[in-house]
């Protein structure tokens, strides 16, 4: 039997041996999410006023309101940025009409964060939102840095790699001497582990049959949102950025000792030519899921046992990559579909990740601020799974970005603290967080199937890659608030409801089966007077036969991926 036969066999229904990669798969994601946005917290803002030390009774321990301060320091810049203090007088002691620059200053846990520990505020502030800048440009860079490993290592190694060296650079950053060395860190970490989770949804792709891989893709969204959640649960519990990088990274190297068990992936082993080492994994799939024996792999070769798979495999002569990328260069349909993809992705990479960043500068508790969220990305990822299935990707993307921009504007018009009460400027956040998690989820599927094909991969990867400069701005966005305290949310507004109409030049693709070349690719969308020719051919498996039937069907929803 060919690995190709023996890999249809343990796919056609889901067992044990999913089940348990599954599980196993999750911790990887768990991980990745805890990694993601550790800067949210390591450079979290604080309240602060200038240290005078004529007063300050103990310098260690400073009051964040003694008595003294209203008479000693003029109220303007008694917690504020002002370059000055006035009148410093305190019990009898200090100066009078004196002006003194503010070159120090007070916090209630100096141990909270890097802004905190290094006094990065007021004219230093910049500095906060570059952490998360450098972050994301580390993630642009990482995702097709990662991709290339994980075609050419394995994704197990790759994998296996991307975890062990993100859990050295994270300890390493627990602790940095300064701010260069901190931020520098921060750049190279997310080369690393920006690509953990998606080796694991590839691996998990690969393995899960047709009709689970929909739930697959939803299972990665949710458990991704609970790895948030439990980051700003874990912020809550140990509040100093320290510690908390310790505890985060070092507990990943259990992870790792978990992961070392997993199988690799028997499609990228097949495609390396490695057949005895997929049927031993076949062959354990098959005993998990109590299935008889699938069969030794071929001792001289897969090709001369396998007709049918040189019957997929190589029916007509590859062309090149670089003809390939020729081909769709040639298409203007395509070539516009692909400037609108990666417009979409800046976009919506923009609003998610600076609405997360966003969260913990909200009026109230910032812990539970952040915790709520990312829980409410589980219900969103859920929404856009059945949404997806029944009104289709564009209507899906459409119809959530434009909510998402009217949350964000309405959060201007809602009274402030101490004028109003803080939940209605909470929901509106955690709305939009909603409706733009559902946007990109319908976005992330969307975009891996306009494609043909040859370059699918390829296109999807640079769409990613540039909604990683999406992420990039979005954590400088607090920096408005000096402004307006609105000003982030409103820009958010505007550019979803911008990206709300540019998402409906997309074609629909829900109904479509996926495209190989470019006149498929091109033709998605366009009215087409029947079935198409050749209708007769048998599918080669249950999967395939409601494309013939175009109508949303199951295929729809198993493709989300």
Known sequence: MDVERGLQAITARLGPFHIAMCALLSTAYVYQALFNLTFVFTTMRSE?????????SNASLPDMFPPWLSSAVRPASADTCSPYLMEVECGGRGRRNVSVPCDQWVYPDKDLSIMTEWDLTCSNDWLIAMVGTANSLGRALGLPLFGYLSDAMGRRTALLVGLAVSCCLGTARSFAPNYATFVSLEFVDPLFYDGIGGAAFIMGMELMPVKARGAWSAITHVIFAVGLALLGVLAWLLPHWRLLLRVVYGSALLCLAALWFSPESVRWLASKGRSVEAFKII????KMNGMPDIGPAAKSGTESQGPKVS????????????????????SRILVLRLIVSCISWIAIMFVYDGLAVYSVSLAGDQYLNFVLMELVEVPAALIAWKTMASAGRRATLVGA???AAACCVAYHFLPA????????RTAAVLLAKLCVTVAYTSNYVLAAELFPTRVRHTMYALSATCGRLGSALGPQMPLL??????????VFGAVSFLTGLLALTFPETCDEPLPDTVEQAEAIGKKRPGPGPGPEPEPASAAEAPVQLRQITPRCASSNS
Do not use: Q
């Open 481 to 490: 608030r000096v402004y307006m305290e609105s000003l982030p949310l409103l």
């Open 417 to 424: 603290p101490p004028h109003g009460a803080v939940w209605p």
């Open 283 to 286: 062959n354990k799939a098959a």
């Open 401 to 403: 970005i434009l909510p």
């Open 48 to 56: 602060h006023r200038c240290l005078v030390p004529e007063c300050e």
């Open 311 to 330: 019957d997929a495999a190589a029916p007509t002569p590859r062309s090149s990559f670089s003809m390939d990328i020729k081909e769709f260069c040639r």
